[in-house]
Protein backbone atom coordinates (compact mmCIF):
# COMPACT_ATOMS: atom_id res chain seq x y z
CA UNK A 1 0.00 0.00 0.00
CA UNK A 2 3.10 2.30 0.65
CA UNK A 3 4.04 2.25 -3.18
CA UNK A 4 0.53 3.48 -3.77
CA UNK A 5 0.49 6.51 -1.22
CA UNK A 6 4.05 6.71 -2.33
CA UNK A 7 2.03 8.69 -5.69
CA UNK A 8 -1.51 9.59 -4.42
CA UNK A 9 -2.38 11.41 -1.14
CA UNK A 10 -5.54 12.70 -1.86
CA UNK A 11 -7.65 9.69 -0.61
CA UNK A 12 -10.56 9.36 1.85
CA UNK A 13 -10.79 7.27 4.82
CA UNK A 14 -13.34 5.28 2.65
CA UNK A 15 -10.97 4.95 -0.14
CA UNK A 16 -7.88 4.36 2.03
CA UNK A 17 -9.97 0.98 3.80
CA UNK A 18 -11.07 -0.10 0.83
CA UNK A 19 -7.54 0.27 -0.85
CA UNK A 20 -5.88 -1.61 2.25
CA UNK A 21 -8.58 -4.46 1.79
CA UNK A 22 -7.26 -5.08 -1.08
CA UNK A 23 -4.62 -7.68 -0.71
CA UNK A 24 -6.41 -9.84 1.80
CA UNK A 25 -9.23 -10.23 -0.06
CA UNK A 26 -7.26 -10.84 -2.95
CA UNK A 27 -5.47 -13.15 -1.09
CA UNK A 28 -8.33 -15.04 0.28
CA UNK A 29 -9.61 -15.33 -3.12
CA UNK A 30 -6.76 -16.71 -4.56
CA UNK A 31 -6.77 -19.24 -2.15
CA UNK A 32 -10.08 -20.91 -4.52
CA UNK A 33 -9.64 -19.21 -7.56
CA UNK A 34 -6.02 -18.77 -9.12
CA UNK A 35 -6.53 -14.93 -10.77
CA UNK A 36 -3.46 -13.57 -9.74
CA UNK A 37 -0.41 -16.01 -9.96
CA UNK A 38 1.68 -16.40 -6.52
CA UNK A 39 4.66 -14.16 -7.27
CA UNK A 40 2.51 -11.48 -8.02
CA UNK A 41 0.00 -11.46 -5.29
CA UNK A 42 3.03 -10.01 -3.21
CA UNK A 43 3.22 -7.40 -4.84
CA UNK A 44 -0.07 -6.38 -5.74
CA UNK A 45 -0.22 -2.75 -4.70
CA UNK A 46 2.90 -2.47 -7.61
CA UNK A 47 2.22 -4.64 -10.24
CA UNK A 48 -2.22 -4.44 -10.17
CA UNK A 49 -3.51 -1.29 -8.03
CA UNK A 50 -0.84 1.46 -8.78
CA UNK A 51 -0.59 -0.15 -12.48
CA UNK A 52 -4.14 0.21 -13.06
CA UNK A 53 -3.69 3.73 -11.49
CA UNK A 54 -1.72 5.18 -13.99
CA UNK A 55 -5.30 5.49 -16.27
CA UNK A 56 -5.88 7.47 -13.26
CA UNK A 57 -2.70 9.55 -13.40
CA UNK A 58 -3.08 10.83 -16.96
CA UNK A 59 -6.91 10.90 -17.53
CA UNK A 60 -9.32 12.88 -14.89
CA UNK A 61 -12.57 10.95 -14.98
CA UNK A 62 -15.69 13.39 -13.95
CA UNK A 63 -18.48 12.19 -12.24
CA UNK A 64 -21.15 10.15 -14.17
CA UNK A 65 -19.05 9.10 -16.49
CA UNK A 66 -19.74 5.24 -17.93
CA UNK A 67 -16.74 3.09 -18.33
CA UNK A 68 -16.19 -0.38 -19.18
CA UNK A 69 -13.59 -2.31 -18.38
CA UNK A 70 -12.66 -4.91 -21.33
CA UNK A 71 -11.70 -8.47 -20.19
CA UNK A 72 -11.47 -7.18 -16.90
CA UNK A 73 -9.31 -10.27 -15.72
CA UNK A 74 -9.50 -10.16 -11.49
CA UNK A 75 -10.78 -6.97 -11.93
CA UNK A 76 -7.84 -4.59 -12.99
CA UNK A 77 -7.72 -2.03 -13.84
CA UNK A 78 -11.57 -1.87 -12.99
CA UNK A 79 -11.72 -2.23 -9.37
CA UNK A 80 -8.63 0.60 -8.11
CA UNK A 81 -10.11 2.99 -10.79
CA UNK A 82 -14.06 2.25 -9.42
CA UNK A 83 -12.47 3.27 -5.56
CA UNK A 84 -10.45 6.02 -7.26
CA UNK A 85 -13.31 7.51 -8.91
CA UNK A 86 -16.41 7.05 -6.98
CA UNK A 87 -18.72 9.02 -9.12
CA UNK A 88 -17.87 7.09 -12.24
CA UNK A 89 -19.88 3.91 -12.96
CA UNK A 90 -17.27 0.71 -13.95
CA UNK A 91 -18.82 -2.50 -15.66
CA UNK A 92 -16.49 -4.80 -15.69
CA UNK A 93 -17.10 -7.80 -18.52
CA UNK A 94 -14.86 -10.83 -18.72
CA UNK A 95 -15.45 -14.25 -20.75
CA UNK A 96 -14.00 -16.28 -17.94
CA UNK A 97 -16.59 -16.90 -15.26
CA UNK A 98 -14.81 -17.78 -12.83
CA UNK A 99 -12.46 -14.33 -12.84
CA UNK A 100 -15.71 -12.70 -12.70
CA UNK A 101 -16.68 -14.31 -9.98
CA UNK A 102 -13.57 -13.02 -8.02
CA UNK A 103 -14.76 -9.51 -9.24
CA UNK A 104 -17.99 -9.62 -7.76
CA UNK A 105 -16.73 -10.76 -4.79
CA UNK A 106 -14.39 -8.39 -4.37
CA UNK A 107 -16.63 -5.16 -5.50
CA UNK A 108 -19.34 -6.47 -3.03
CA UNK A 109 -16.51 -6.97 0.12
CA UNK A 110 -15.43 -3.36 -0.76
CA UNK A 111 -19.24 -2.56 -0.56
CA UNK A 112 -18.43 -0.77 -4.37
CA UNK A 113 -21.54 0.58 -5.15
CA UNK A 114 -20.34 1.98 -8.59
CA UNK A 115 -19.48 -1.49 -10.03
CA UNK A 116 -21.06 -3.93 -12.09
CA UNK A 117 -20.49 -7.07 -13.74
CA UNK A 118 -21.22 -9.36 -16.80
CA UNK A 119 -19.84 -12.64 -17.88
CA UNK A 120 -19.49 -11.97 -21.67
CA UNK A 121 -17.65 -11.65 -24.44
CA UNK A 122 -17.19 -7.93 -25.62
CA UNK A 123 -18.70 -9.27 -28.82
CA UNK A 124 -21.71 -9.92 -27.54
CA UNK A 125 -22.53 -6.62 -25.42
CA UNK A 126 -25.47 -4.97 -27.32
CA UNK A 127 -27.93 -2.27 -26.57
CA UNK A 128 -25.55 -0.46 -24.69
CA UNK A 129 -22.92 2.37 -25.27
CA UNK A 130 -19.86 3.72 -22.95
CA UNK A 131 -17.73 6.74 -23.01
CA UNK A 132 -15.02 5.13 -22.16
CA UNK A 133 -13.22 1.82 -22.39
CA UNK A 134 -10.71 0.76 -20.09
CA UNK A 135 -8.56 -2.64 -20.83
CA UNK A 136 -5.18 -4.06 -19.49
CA UNK A 137 -3.14 -6.20 -21.52
CA UNK A 138 -5.85 -8.14 -23.29
CA UNK A 139 -5.22 -8.29 -26.80
CA UNK A 140 -3.47 -6.02 -29.83
CA UNK A 141 -4.59 -2.54 -29.66
CA UNK A 142 -6.14 -2.85 -33.53
CA UNK A 143 -8.61 -5.70 -31.34
CA UNK A 144 -8.95 -3.85 -28.93
CA UNK A 145 -9.61 -0.35 -30.97
CA UNK A 146 -12.06 -2.84 -32.87
CA UNK A 147 -14.40 -4.11 -30.47
CA UNK A 148 -14.06 -0.78 -28.53
CA UNK A 149 -15.60 1.30 -31.70
CA UNK A 150 -19.02 0.32 -31.38
CA UNK A 151 -19.80 0.60 -27.86
CA UNK A 152 -18.11 4.21 -27.40
CA UNK A 153 -20.70 7.00 -27.45
CA UNK A 154 -20.14 9.36 -29.84
CA UNK A 155 -18.94 12.19 -27.45
CA UNK A 156 -18.58 15.65 -29.10
CA UNK A 157 -17.53 17.34 -25.54
CA UNK A 158 -13.48 17.00 -26.38
CA UNK A 159 -12.59 18.13 -22.73
CA UNK A 160 -14.67 14.70 -21.64
CA UNK A 161 -12.58 11.37 -21.69
CA UNK A 162 -13.65 9.03 -24.52
CA UNK A 163 -12.20 5.98 -26.83
CA UNK A 164 -10.42 3.64 -25.55
CA UNK A 165 -7.39 3.70 -22.98
CA UNK A 166 -5.19 0.40 -22.10
CA UNK A 167 -2.18 -0.14 -20.46
CA UNK A 168 0.55 -2.26 -22.89
CA UNK A 169 4.27 -2.58 -22.57
CA UNK A 170 7.06 -3.37 -24.71
CA UNK A 171 8.02 -2.16 -28.02
CA UNK A 172 4.65 -1.27 -29.40
CA UNK A 173 5.26 0.24 -32.75
CA UNK A 174 4.26 -2.90 -34.96
CA UNK A 175 1.48 -2.97 -32.67
CA UNK A 176 0.03 0.34 -33.54
CA UNK A 177 1.01 0.27 -37.19
CA UNK A 178 -1.38 -2.73 -37.60
CA UNK A 179 -4.08 -0.59 -35.52
CA UNK A 180 -4.61 1.78 -37.90
CA UNK A 181 -4.88 4.39 -34.86
CA UNK A 182 -3.04 7.25 -34.11
CA UNK A 183 -2.86 7.04 -29.80
CA UNK A 184 -1.67 9.15 -27.22
CA UNK A 185 1.18 7.28 -25.33
CA UNK A 186 2.20 8.02 -21.97
CA UNK A 187 5.33 6.23 -20.54
CA UNK A 188 4.47 4.92 -16.92
CA UNK A 189 7.78 5.07 -15.55
CA UNK A 190 8.17 8.58 -15.85
CA UNK A 191 4.84 9.09 -13.58
CA UNK A 192 6.11 6.16 -11.40
CA UNK A 193 9.69 5.60 -11.57
CA UNK A 194 9.59 1.80 -10.23
CA UNK A 195 11.88 -0.53 -12.14
CA UNK A 196 8.72 -2.79 -12.55
CA UNK A 197 6.97 0.28 -15.18
CA UNK A 198 9.94 0.36 -17.90
CA UNK A 199 8.75 -0.32 -21.00
CA UNK A 200 5.24 0.46 -19.57
CA UNK A 201 2.62 2.47 -21.53
CA UNK A 202 -0.96 4.31 -20.91
CA UNK A 203 -2.36 4.31 -24.57
CA UNK A 204 -4.97 6.19 -25.78
CA UNK A 205 -7.38 6.15 -28.57
CA UNK A 206 -10.20 8.38 -29.76
Known sequence: METVLKYFADFTPKQLDQFRALEPLYREWNEKINVISRKD??????KHVLHSLAIAAVADL????QVLDLGTGGGFPGIPLAIFFPGVHFHLVDSIGKKIKVVEGVAEALNLQNVT???SRVED???RKFD?????????LKDLWQWSKPLVKKNADESRPSGLICLKGGDLAQEISESG???K???????F???????KYVVAVR
Open 41 to 46: IDSLYE
Open 62 to 65: PDGL
Open 117 to 119: TAH
Open 125 to 127: IKN
Open 132 to 140: LVVSRAVAP
Open 181 to 183: ARP
Open 185 to 191: MVNIYKL
Open 193 to 199: PEEFFQE
